[in-house]
């Protein structure tokens, strides 16, 4: 019996070979797209998850209350963790580590750049980091490394004992392989290639009692069962007894306190929370993107799931003969549905297939798109593969089931005629086209409008060359004073080079991946001011094309010029004075040097424009405070000739680096990363949604028209036009997408409203956009329909009516 209903139902599918077409390929595409962006977003979701002590590890982090606003930062002072752990009861353990880059090398090889983290002793019995070799009791000249950097330096594992050399702030310091780790796993927040003594970090010893320098993340392990709330409550005093000073400062400002009433509070972000946290500094995903990709996988999947039911029904009720021939020869209701339920499976079976293997060969390049990595063999995690088995069974029981008990139920007489009672209000097929084009709208709307802000973004002056001006990362092994004589002498020759100088910040975001900020907080007329800090070097003016609007630019020639400063126009708003240029600042009450401003630069966009230009303040770059990038302006008519020669110069100066150079307006770019593949998963969804919706308005309309073919025939012959007939069945349809685009408009709005607040500087939202949008969800729907409905007033009716 189960043969035969096989048979049958593969002939049934072969004959209607074009619609069974259609129903596979969209089915399959829906679940290829699905299964990439669920797995994605699984994967996200188990960041952090093999951290054994993860219900009890904490994030450190800080809030201030000013008189408009919270500012919260999870970088805390080198202090903080010892007086934790000694003040605060209910702490297993507490660790610091401070993260960054590294040259390591052996007694015969050329450096290499490795991730350094400098830890306390706790941090490998707190996180879940397994030895392969060795002791994890860390000593102060003891390192750790991953098993991939100990092969990568020593060519195998077993290398507890060897000596490695690591080049800490301008020298090279030795240290003994005391432990061998497994390689950090991909979904860890926490990444590394070596661990050392926070003690031996550069800073530790001028900043090891310094509560106003926040450099270091800071985690505690509580007492198995203890309450974060209680730690929170604790921290109170805490703040109390080490921020006296800053609290006066804040309610001085006239900060308003927070809800429990505190002017600095400290908070825990549970180590779940961390990869997805903004509070966190170690922060990479923001659950509000992880909750779209799976809102439009799952749409993706209900929309494909739907036009899967409706093009299977369509097809069925075009068998009612059939149905009512088996009915009358005794079929019963259960055999009816298991032969159309048997046609359904068989269609998503082949439909799963497809689309495990378009996901399979899309993988590489979508992992691409979003720089992570998906491994394929997610699937065969149980929870996933409980959802696809689940998923089979349901739709395919809808898919076949409902038609069936439709057909089962009718009377004989009329199935036998072809007259199946489905309603006259069709309430449930109505509500779908309006949800399936309320949802493309709102896509085609976002897609608009996440264009139009890229564009504004990439479009907006920035108030500096970003075009002709290179970007060089210095890199951890070298001495930035050095590597910026060099190039300067080297590169003296070339007519093509304008301008070279250094700084301790890049603009952007370059090749290396880094991107930092400095702050400074001062008193200044009895209040204090907040400014943004940045070591240059000479001729920084110049290179960057900075205008300048008051005084001079910092001058080689003048000695006195290195406790010179220049500022940007809102950090002389910032200092409330009417002569800025000549005004001395102390920035320490204790620091007998006094700096003289210069010059004002007109402002520029040093961040992203998701901020506002705030307060700037340029220093000379002094002997102990080496630059980490160099800039090099070049001549706009040869930019990739003077590209090639300053690397040609970097070789010849830095023998072995790495040249990372790049044009200051790639690394703007890169600031929007996010944003560009926002916009393209607008755009790839906005197309899947609407093509999907259409195919499920070509099934619906082909239902509906097939129901209405002897209507259609009688009207031709008492004269009907095909314009008549065409727009008679067409307008009903069109009814439903203009509902759906009154419903899509607000939502639109609001979504991308809000998202737009992300930016300081961004488009004005004008209702263009959404009529836009709506007519072109208009046309696509009117296309759509206008293949089944001029074919059917082309028809003759002469066929329609024979039966009659």
């Known amino acids: 019996m189960i043969k035969n209903y096989l048979k049958i139902a593969w002939r049934s599918i072969w004959k209607s070979r074009q619609v069974s077409a259609i129903n596979i390929a969209g089915l399959s595409i829906a679940i290829a797209v699905a299964l990439l962006l669920c797995l994605t977003v699984y994967r996200e979701f188990t960041f952090d998850q093999f951290q054994e002590n993860k219900k009890d590890l904490y994030q450190v982090y800080l809030e201030e209350s000013y008189h408009d606003k919270v500012k919260g930062r999870s970088n805390m002072p080198y202090p903080m963790g010892p007086a934790l752990a000694a003040e605060m009861p209910g702490l297993k353990a507490v660790t610091r580590f401070s993260n960054g880059g590294a040259s390591m090398r052996t007694n015969n090889d050329l450096p290499q750049e490795v991730t350094l983290l400098c830890v306390d002793s706790a941090f490998l019995q707190m996180f879940s980091f397994p030895a392969i070799t060795g002791s994890t009791a860390m000593g102060l000249n003891d390192a750790v490394i991953s098993e991939t950097t100990a092969k990568r330096y020593f060519k195998n594992a077993d290398v507890v004992g060897q000596t490695v050399l690591l080049r800490l702030g301008s020298s090279w310091e030795s240290f003994r392989v005391a432990a061998v780790l497994k390689d950090v796993p991909d979904e860890s927040s926490i990444r590394f290639d070596v661990l050392l003594r926070i003690e031996n970090n550069p800073s530790y010893k001028n900043d090891q009692d310094q509560w106003e320098n926040f450099s270091l993340h800071t985690f505690v392990q509580l007492q198995p069962g203890g309450n974060p709330l209680a730690f929170e409550k604790r921290g109170k005093n805490f703040m109390a007894a080490h921020y006296a000073k800053r609290i006066g400062e804040l309610k ?235 190039l300067r002498t080297a590169l003296k020759q070339y007519p093509d080079v304008l301008a070279i100088t250094a700084s301790s910040n890049n603009v952007g975001r370059g090749k290396d991946g880094s991107m930092s900020t400095s702050i400074l907080s001062f008193d200044h007329n009895e209040r204090e001011v907040q400014t943004h800090v940045m070591n240059i070097d000479y001729d920084f003016v110049k290179t960057l094309d900075l205008q300048l609007l008051a005084g001079r630019d910092m001058n080689p020639a003048m000695a006195a010029d290195s406790l010179g400063l220049l500022i940007n126009e809102n950090m002389a708003r910032e200092l409330g004075v009417k002569e800025v240029v000549g005004h001395r600042i102390r920035f320490d009450e204790g620091d007998k040097e006094e700096y003289t401003v210069l010059g004002v630069v007109k402002n520029y966009h040093f961040k992203s424009l998701h901020e506002e230009i705030a307060p700037l303040t340029l220093f000379l770059s002094g002997p102990e405070a080496s630059p980490s990038y160099i800039f090099v302006k070049v001549n706009p008519a040869n930019l990739q000739g003077s590209m090639q020669k300053i690397e040609a110069a970097w070789k010849a100066s830095v023998p072995g680096a790495a040249f990372n150079a790049s044009f200051l307006d790639e690394n703007t770019n890169r600031l929007y990363n996010d944003e560009k593949k926002l916009s393209r998963i607008f755009v790839s969804g906005a197309l899947l949604t609407i093509a999907i919706s259409c195919m499920g308005l070509f099934a619906i309309a082909m239902m509906a028209i097939n129901q209405r073919t002897r209507e259609i025939g009688v009207r031709k012959v008492l004269g009907a036009s095909i314009g008549s007939i065409t727009m008679l069945v067409s307008k009903d349809f069109l009814k439903l997408v203009l509902l759906s685009i009154l419903i899509a408009t607000p939502i639109a709005w609001l979504v991308m409203g809000n998202w737009l607040h992300n930016y300081a500087y961004s488009i004005n939202l004008n209702i263009w956009t959404f009529l836009a949008a709506g007519l072109i969800a208009i046309l696509v729907a009117a296309i759509t329909i206008s293949f089944q409905t001029i074919r059917a007033a082309l028809a003759n009716p002469v066929k329609s009516l024979r039966t009659e």
């Open 252 to 486: 001085k400002m006239g900060a308003q306190p927070g809800l429990e009433g505190d002017y600095m509070r400290l908070g825990l972000i549970p180590m779940n929370d961390v990869h997805f946290d903004p509070r966190s500094s170690l922060s990479k995903m923001k659950r509000p993107v992880l909750y779209m990709l799976l809102f439009i996988a799952m749409f993706l999947l209900f929309i494909a799931s739907i036009n899967f039911m409706n093009l299977t029904m369509a097809r069925a009720f075009t068998r009612a003969k059939e149905v009512g021939m088996r009915k009358m020869l005794g079929a019963a209701k259960l055999q009816l549905v298991m032969q159309l339920c048997g046609e359904a499976m068989i269609l998503f079976f082949i439909s799963l297939v497809l689309g495990m293997a378009l996901a399979y060969i899309l993988m590489p390049g979508f992992t691409a798109f979003l720089n992570n990595k998906l491994p394929f063999s997610l699937l065969l995690k149980p929870e996933i593969l409980a959802g696809i088995v689940g998923c089979f069974v349901l739709i395919s029981l809808l898919a076949g089931g409902y038609p069936a008990l439709v057909l089962a139920s009718s009377k004989t007489l009329q199935v036998l005629k072809g007259k199946i009672n489905t309603g006259r209000k069709h309430y449930l097929r109505n509500s779908l086209i309006v949800v399936q084009f309320a949802i493309s709208c709102i896509m085609i709307c976002c897609t608009i409008v996440a264009w139009q802000q890229m564009n504004y973004l990439n479009s907006k002056p920035l108030g500096i060359n970003t075009h002709e001006v290179v970007s060089i990362p210095v890199g951890n092994g070298h001495d930035g004073h050095q590597v910026l004589q060099r």
